[in-house]
């Protein structure tokens, strides 16, 4: 590949601003084309548009597909790009509709010498980088458990979500599926691939198909836990509700570090009463800390500077294995293992 990394884009919805937006500020890439069904949509991204993902590849030549739509249509797009040649795709999450059809693209991209990124952006985001080398470095000692709190507080009313994802109401599986899978992964980055899952889930507003608040517990290797208490009804204290969506605890036996609302990491030592700044307040006014820009950017140095990649498809067929067993665990009121 030459240093130029030529991409273009398949969606062109609402979560695909962030997207374009990021590319464009990456010097190592040439913007090539959008396509849409509804063309007007990708005409709106100012680049070359098609409303037919096989002609956009044929006339623009891309070395990168950035697939932005939701699960139900991303196998037919891998498999039409991968027809056409491509070799590196990006796929948003939650990644195709199932397991097994998750697995058959990853298969076949395999057998094509072509590589899947899932776009799972959260553990990219800057709070999560730097709680990682924190933990890392024993800034807390050995961690026992891990919290976060879910809180966007925008799923009240029978309007809940029209304004920016409407499909989000007729999901089935909606909090796991489409919200909670950002901090199964991140969990994963943090402490390892969890060997056990918990889950009490439930649905509060009634115009919706699927669930909207609940826990989850994940056991960890060497006594490690983690929780995710999700209720997207409720809010925290931030000026953007979508930075971080809500507020973690991160405990170990030298420490504790708390991420707040507006994106700062807090340390305090185990018996001490003040806090010391881990990372300053985020500044970014776009989306979560501009982690689609540090995923975008991280998949250009992978290709360009052969450093290693995260998030393949392989690896992230994992995730879907843990939300199988988060619905699973709801349903029978068990625990289940991951082993």
Not at 270 to 284: Q, V, Y
Request: include cysteine.
């Amino acid at each position: 590949m030459t240093s130029l990394v030529r991409v273009a884009c398949v969606g062109a919805g609402y979560f695909s601003q962030f997207h374009y937006e990021s590319w464009s500020r990456i010097e190592r890439v040439e913007l090539v084309g959008s396509c849409n069904r509804d063309i007007s949509r990708a005409q709106a991204t100012g680049l070359p548009a098609f409303d037919d993902l096989r002609k956009m590849i044929e006339h623009t030549q891309p070395d990168l597909l950035d697939i932005i739509l939701p699960p139900i249509v991303h196998a037919q797009m891998i498999r039409v790009a991968l027809d056409a040649g491509i070799k590196t795709l990006i796929c948003q999450k939650p990644f195709c509709q199932n397991k097994a059809e998750a697995e058959a693209v990853t298969t076949e991209a395999e057998a094509a010498g072509a590589r899947i990124i899932v776009h799972e952006n959260f553990r990219f985001q800057p709070w999560y980088r730097a709680l990682k080398s924190a933990i890392e470095a024993q800034r807390i000692g050995d961690v026992h458990q891990l919290t976060f709190r879910l809180r966007p507080g925008d799923g009240q009313g029978p309007d809940a979500y029209l304004d920016r994802q409407p499909y989000f109401q007729k999901m089935d599986r909606f909090l796991v599926h489409e919200t909670a899978v950002h901090w199964v992964d991140t969990f994963r980055y943090l402490l390892g691939n969890p060997i056990a899952v918990y889950a009490d889930l439930r649905k509060m507003n009634p115009v919706i198909s699927g669930e909207d608040a609940g826990y989850i517990l994940f056991d960890h290797a060497n006594g490690r836990r983690s929780v995710f208490d999700g209720n997207r009804h409720l809010d925290h204290a931030s000026d953007n509700h979508r930075r971080t969506m809500g507020e973690a605890l991160v405990e170990g036996t030298s420490g504790t570090i708390t991420l707040r609302g507006d994106g700062s990491l807090r340390l305090r030592q185990f018996g001490a009463t003040e806090e010391t700044n881990l990372l300053a307040p985020d500044t970014w006014n776009g989306f979560g800390g501009d982690c689609v820009h540090g995923l975008q950017k991280h998949v250009i140095s992978g290709l360009l500077d052969n450093t290693p990649l995260e998030n393949s498809a392989r690896e992230y067929l994992r995730v879907i294995d843990i939300e199988d067993a988060i619905y699973s665990s709801a349903a029978t009121g068990q625990k289940v293992s991951l082993e």
